[in-house]
């Protein structure tokens, strides 16, 4: 099925720096979601996005619902060693979800 | 957020046995489940729909007669991998949505099915 796209693919800092990951798509979504998914686990909820425009924060995590229904991005603030994990955003179309690629993030202390 | 389970966690099987995987939605009533299988590093890859009491909806290419699924009740869905081989060796995840908010998917924690 369609899958969004997510970039980053892959990203490397050094902890304490700011992360920003985005998913863009050619449909329209009435959900955006973040999830992390550690190795070898299922993937966690992070952030859920409901309304165009929306910025909502969890914690370090800020992700908002873009003005035009197709994208969101996912910033994550000074990050820590235990932040490391993969990221996917999914989209929802009312009858639907579409998964990204993944961002996988390293974090070097 | 939901609490989804899976059983087993991890299963080692002969090529040609048939192995039982369990998703359970523990403290809500899941009226759709996913299926999902993933490969090393790679994204999500969804195998079928499930609704409770209904048939599954498989995606294009996935044999149905090989993953069976059922949606029995409200908080338990399975998929039985039917003579596994090992190139069905993977991570099955599966996940549940519930009433409402209906655009939330709640993932269990995986199945690493390895089959020799």
């Known amino acids: 099925g369609q899958q969004l796209n997510q970039s980053p693919q892959s990203m490397f800092i050094q902890e304490g720096e700011d992360v920003s990951m985005n998913c863009t798509s050619s449909s329209i979504f009435n959900t955006w979601l973040w999830y992390k998914q550690d190795p070898g686990e299922g993937p966690v909820l992070l952030i859920a996005l409901y309304k165009a425009g929306e910025l909502t924060s969890n914690g370090r995590l800020t992700a908002q619902f873009g003005i035009t229904r197709k994208d969101s991005f996912l910033n994550i603030s000074a990050s820590i060693p235990s932040d490391v994990g993969i990221y996917f955003c999914?989209?929802?179309?009312?009858?639907?979800?579409?998964f990204g690629t993944g961002t996988s993030l390293t974090v070097i202390p | 957020g939901a609490v989804v389970s899976q059983h087993p966690s991890w299963v080692i099987c002969k090529s040609g046995t048939s192995v039982k995987i369990e998703c359970r939605s523990l403290d809500f009533q899941a009226t759709t489940m996913f299926w999902y299988r993933q490969f090393p590093k790679q994204s999500l890859m969804l195998m079928a729909t499930s609704n409770e009491g209904s048939k599954a909806t498989y995606e294009q290419g996935v044999e149905k007669d090989k993953f069976l699924i059922n949606h029995a009740s409200l908080t338990l869905s399975t998929l039985t991998v039917t003579s596994a081989h090992p190139e069905d060796s993977s991570f099955y995840i599966c996940?549940?949505?519930?009433?409402?908010?209906?655009?939330?998917?709640?993932f269990g924690p995986g199945t690493r099915l390895t089959v020799l």
């Open positions: 996940s549940s949505v519930g009433d409402y908010p209906y655009n939330e998917q709640f």
């Open positions: 999914a989209g929802y179309t009312g009858n639907q979800f579409y």
